[in-house]
């Protein structure tokens, strides 16, 4: 290999070489900040283990009856167990302890008030699925269904005033009872008991974590993707706007979960749980179509590949037994995120690789969704004993990040299209400016070609019509010049008079509409006939139907023209002895024939003789739309002109 090829080949392998490094070391950094936000959130998120910081609080777990016979039993009748319990931890999922029951577990809580004047309040923060709360064996609240289709009260904190009525001294117990299913992590939530100041605090701010900021992330969702819907429906080209929509409205679809009391539309909680899954294959499709969109990437294979798992596992949900669907959803739900993560990190390596500013930024916060969602899939499979999801706020702060992005670049776009349509239009008043310039030299032009052609017309007219009365006048002249009268003179003038008066006519008659050619013909005709008895030729006219054809005047005036140079040859040069001229209008076609006996001409030597007379014939044929025809042999001259007429 020559010398300058290798060292562009080993240019290539270490502008590669560092270009890979430059990712790596980006990606590594980009995985310790994770590390660091998953270990942070974790830390900011961390709670007391329920009341067991309260001294004296003690809970117990019992398992009761499956949900397949919870309908059974009447609601006064449904009391804990007697035996069966023992100690747990709060917050408790019963998984662990029975993986494979879907039923009630009822949650014991003994509680020692010391003082008897001292209120109390109660504060739970979730159970998983619907439940009841009793104090001493009286009821403080339940929700609507505790029997399938559950109440989905799984992310409704609770809190309850503590009846004085109700409240012993010494021992009370706080009885729990909780319907839910292993496979969808059925448990108990924190609790908590203690002064009603500190119990309140305390559930609001987990009722604005689990319930109010989950409605302001619906509503943000739900607009900002029926706003990009808008924007895709009226222009289908902006894919990235379509994507972007059914990223919003498929988490807005995810997010509803968060809030929903029912199952509605849905018969059972797992086909609420399959949908919801279904949801969330569907928003990590889309999320990843709009960064490739985005990104102005198009990998179709990928795209088939990710589409085809989608719908294959979406079946598989709705498909697959009760039994394996609580595994099933932990696989989808963890490979979803997953694929979220990476296809996050994949981005954000291509935005700081790529330098523009709008990628960087949205980088920036897809980097604090991917902490958010490694957080929530920890705890969603049981590694993180946290039940706070912060996929809902993480997303919709990610999603406002796109939608600013996207209007800065619709805004950005709408500036180069101002600025284009500035230039254009300067472009235009310059092109304008130009074509006036241009039209008017171009009227100049057309202005002295009109001169020219009217110049031309003038030399055809005078040729044709005044120069053949000159040369007729001529020759008879020089044939007998002293036996011409003075009263032949004046004839003369009056023809070179009407002939003049023939070529004012054709210059400013051309506003008036057709007429009849017999009356045009009628004076021609009879000047025409006196030029040929005064060179001794006999002339013979044959007309027919010249009284209904009807010609412009221009028309009039070039068939005349033609007639009389056709004539003036004869007189020239044919030495004739007769001319006949035949017109002859029938069938929508005017025919006009000259026919002589003289000594007949070659058409190729009579142009370069007399080539005016000739090529001014030809001329008018031409602007006449007619066909000319001459033939020409000794003893016989033929000249034929046939005219379409409408």
């Keep these: 290999m020559p010398y300058p090829k290798r060292l562009q080949e080993a240019g290539r392998e270490i502008a590669y070489a560092s270009g890979v490094r430059s990712a790596r070391a980006w990606l590594s950094r980009i995985v310790l900040l994770l590390f660091c936000l998953v270990g942070g959130l974790d830390a900011a998120l961390a709670q007391p283990a329920s009341g067991q910081a309260v001294a004296g609080l003690r809970v117990e777990a019992a ?12 609601i006064e009748s449904d009391r804990p167990p007697a035996t069966g319990w023992s100690e747990v931890t709060l917050p408790d999922m019963w998984s662990a302890r029975w993986p494979d029951f879907d039923g009630v577990v009822w949650y014991r809580v003994h509680w020692v008030r010391r003082d008897a004047a001292e209120p109390a309040s109660l504060a739970i923060g979730y159970l998983n699925m619907a439940g009841a709360v009793y104090l001493n064996g009286s009821l403080l609240g339940r929700d609507t269904s505790l029997a399938e289709p559950l109440s989905r009260a799984w992310n409704l904190p609770r809190h309850f005033v503590l009846p004085a009525a109700l409240l012993r001294t010494g021992d009370n117990v706080i009885e729990i009872r909780v319907s839910g299913q292993a496979r969808h992590q059925a448990g108990l939530g924190p609790v908590t008991v203690g002064a009603p100041a500190a119990v309140a605090q305390a559930y609001d701010k987990e009722h604005w974590l689990r319930v109010q900021s989950q409605w302001f992330c619906l509503a943000v969702a739900f607009t900002i993707g029926c706003f990009f819907l808008a924007m895709w429906l009226m222009r289908r080209q902006a894919a990235v706007n379509g994507w972007f929509a059914l990223t919003s409205l498929a988490w807005w679809a995810c997010t509803y979960n968060q809030i929903a009391y029912s199952t509605w539309p849905f018969s059972s909680s797992d086909a609420w749980e399959a949908a919801n899954t279904s949801f969330l294959l569907l928003f990590s499709g889309s999320f990843a179509m709009f960064i490739l969109r985005f990104s102005m990437q198009r990998w179709r294979r990928y795209e088939i590949a990710l589409w085809s798992c989608a719908a294959l596992a979406c079946l598989a949900l709705w498909l697959a037994p009760a039994a394996y669907l609580g595994p099933l959803r932990s696989l989808l739900t963890a490979a979803q995120s997953l694929h979220y993560i990476i296809v996050s990190l994949a981005f954000t390596v291509f935005a700081l690789r790529n330098g523009r500013a709008d990628h960087r930024i949205l980088a920036f916060f897809l980097m604090l969704a991917v902490a958010a969602a490694i957080h929530d899939t920890l705890m969603f499979v049981g590694i993180s004993r946290d039940n706070i999801y912060l996929s809902p706020l993480s997303v919709v702060v990610e999603m406002i990040c796109m939608a600013l992005i996207l209007g800065w670049q619709f805004v950005a776009n709408l500036r180069r299209i101002e600025r284009f349509n500035g230039e254009l239009r300067q472009a235009v008043e310059q092109a304008r400016s130009e074509l006036t310039q241009t039209l008017q030299r ?49 004839t ?57 054809c009807t010609l412009p005047p221009a028309s009039c005036l070039e068939l005349m023209r033609v007639l009389q ?82």
Aim: charged share 25%; glycine share 8%.
């Design 63 to 74: 398992r009761a009856q499956p949900l397949d016979k919870q309908g059974d039993i009447p």
């Design 442 to 490: 171009q009227h100049e032009l057309e202005i002295s070609n009109a001169r020219l052609g009217a110049r031309l017309n003038l030399a055809q007219d005078l040729h044709d019509g005044l120069g053949g009365t000159l040369v007729s006048s001529i020759v008879t002249l020089e044939r007998a010049p002293q036996d011409m009268p003075p009263q032949r003179f004046l």
């Design 492 to 548: 003369v003038l009056k023809e070179l008079r009407d002939d003049l008066r023939i070529i004012i006519d054709s210059s400013t008659n051309q506003q008036y509409g057709a007429t009849t050619l017999d009356g045009q013909l009628s004076p021609f005709r009879h000047r025409l006939t006196r030029h040929a008895e005064a060179h001794g030729i006999e002339c013979g006219w044959q007309l027919a139907g010249i009284d209904t």
């Design 565 to 646: 140079e056709a004539l003036t040859n004869v007189f020239r040069h044919s030495r004739a002895s007769r001319v006949d001229i035949e017109l002859r209008h029938e069938f929508g076609r005017l025919l006009l024939a000259v026919r002589d006996n003289g000594i007949g001409f070659r058409e190729e030597a009579q142009a370069g003789r007399h080539g005016a007379g000739l090529a001014s014939m030809r001329a008018r044929v031409n602007r006449l739309g007619a066909t000319l025809t001459i033939a020409s042999a000794p003893g016989a001259t033929s000249i034929e002109v046939i005219l379409r007429v409408q």
